[in-house]
């Protein structure tokens, strides 16, 4: 984890004039230079914290992929918990603990984390740090429904296989997953992504869907934003 007090400080950065996008990649690439894959998570959090940044996919809310799942599926979380992967600063966390579910939402980021819990004083979810490709033992198949939105795709390529693993092992028997991501062709060779994000193939996608955990539902949809980008939402049950 990146010790802000210590770790080597890039040039600010302005976020009136740079994408984000763009800031994002370039932290990201500073710290696989750096052999520490995760560590702009919190350097771009802290940058966001200062000032400094704009976090790409803060969207002020839920996803709308999520909120339309929501609408959809009308999940009850009564009596049920549920654990949100990547929490960033707790929109998604938010709705999933409004539906009912005892909420545990993590993130690898502490600046996130507190973030998250400051725009939302009165939450009814739980924030805590926690590292997806090292998860506390006691989360293994102990949640009901899972929600990973834009964390798996957010990791290079070489990690994913781990981290599409470590988030199935979350789901308990008789719970379910959804998982949101951004979309790319099976063709499309991995040399030819400039991640972040590296977005999932339907291979990537399928990956998730191991042993008794099973694919019930897949869509893919063109982005509001960018009709040529297309985004994943799918579904998965334990038996």
Do not use: C
């Not at 998860?135 to 070489?158: G, M, S």
């Not at 979309?183 to 992504?193: H, I, N, Q, W």
């Amino acid at each position: 984890m990146t010790d802000r007090d210590t770790e080597p400080t890039s040039p600010a950065i302005d976020p009136q004039s740079v994408d984000p996008d763009v800031a994002a990649r370039r932290l990201a690439h500073e710290s696989l230079e750096k052999d520490d894959p995760t560590a702009w998570f919190e350097r771009l959090y802290s940058a966001a914290e200062d000032g400094q940044a704009v976090v790409p996919w803060d969207r002020g809310g839920a996803h709308p992929l999520l909120s339309d799942w929501v609408q959809t599926a009308e999940p009850d979380g009564t009596g049920k918990q549920a654990l949100v992967v990547g929490a960033g600063t707790g929109w998604d966390a938010e709705l999933v603990a409004d539906l009912g579910y005892e909420t545990t939402a993590f993130d690898i980021s502490p600046t996130a984390i507190e973030t998250a819990k400051r725009a939302h004083p009165n939450t009814k979810a739980t924030y805590q740090t926690a590292d997806l490709l090292n998860p506390p033992t006691d989360w293994h198949r102990a949640f009901d429904l899972v929600v990973e939105i834009y964390t798996v795709q957010a990791l290079p390529i070489a990690l994913q296989a781990e981290a599409t693993k470590r988030v199935g092992e979350f789901v308990r028997v008789g719970g379910s997953l959804l998982v949101i991501a951004a979309a790319r062709a099976d063709d499309e060779p991995d040399s030819a992504v400039e991640g972040p994000p590296w977005p999932l193939t339907r291979a990537g996608i399928d990956a998730f869907a191991i042993g008794d955990l099973r694919l019930i539902q897949l869509d893919r949809s063109p982005s509001p934003n960018d009709p040529a980008l297309y985004r994943w939402r799918a579904e998965y049950l334990r038996d």
